[in-house]
């Protein structure tokens, strides 16, 4: 099923049912419309007390021109896998590249293998935006060193949707703080070494998702290890560093 009305089919109870009706048509407003009822929905949202073990989040990466989206830089695709505890639910991915009339420069080419005439074809910011949120619903977004993303998502969603972005995001890097081993591993490269994870085309944001993704993994399993049961566990350690 499409995730934009499988996404819309679990709001329907809680808006105007003629919404859906007419959503079912995917003009953007009324994608909009939904989105920002997501975004309200999220609000009322506590994860702080979920289990790890149950805690259900999509892990995401993007691949980008640069790193200043107020300067311009712009995102070049975006790729998402979801998770429920440890498990990597690798049927339930996310992928696309985001339209582009402007040439990227030939070194970021050169290491995301991202073509100037894939980026013509693909679809426009507005459109991957909705159907990425309608693919993360209200899940709890994770990614590695994840100012990069918000900073981005923040950017592109305002210009593109007109809405502010509201996901949670939660960076791997905050677990590694509560884990004395791994707290001096930085890059995602230096973390999969650590832990064994291939990754399997690295710099496509797909690959480097799941690569992320199985990096959350190892990482929950290990402060479980050392009894923390949920975020808040997490959090109120950290408070005391």
Known sequence: MNPMIQFLKQLTGKMNPNLFTSVMNNTSGEKLAYIRQLQREMKKQEILEIPFSELPVVVFDLETTGFYPSKGDRILSIGAVKMTGEHVQE????????????????????????????????????????????????????????NHERNFMQQATWSALRTRFEHRIIDTAFLTKIIGPVKQLITLDDCCDFFGIKITKRHHALHDAEATAQLWAELLRLVQKHGYVHLKDAYTHLAKL
Do not use: C, W
């Open 91 to 146: 049927e339930e991915s996310f992928y696309s590249l985001v339209h582009s009339n402007t040439k990227p420069a030939s070194e970021i080419e050169q290491l995301t293998g991202i073509t100037f005439e894939q980026l013509q074809e693909a679809p426009p910011l507005h459109d991957v935006l909705a159907d990425f949120f309608a693919f993360v619903q209200s899940s709890t977004l994770v990614a590695h060193h994840a």
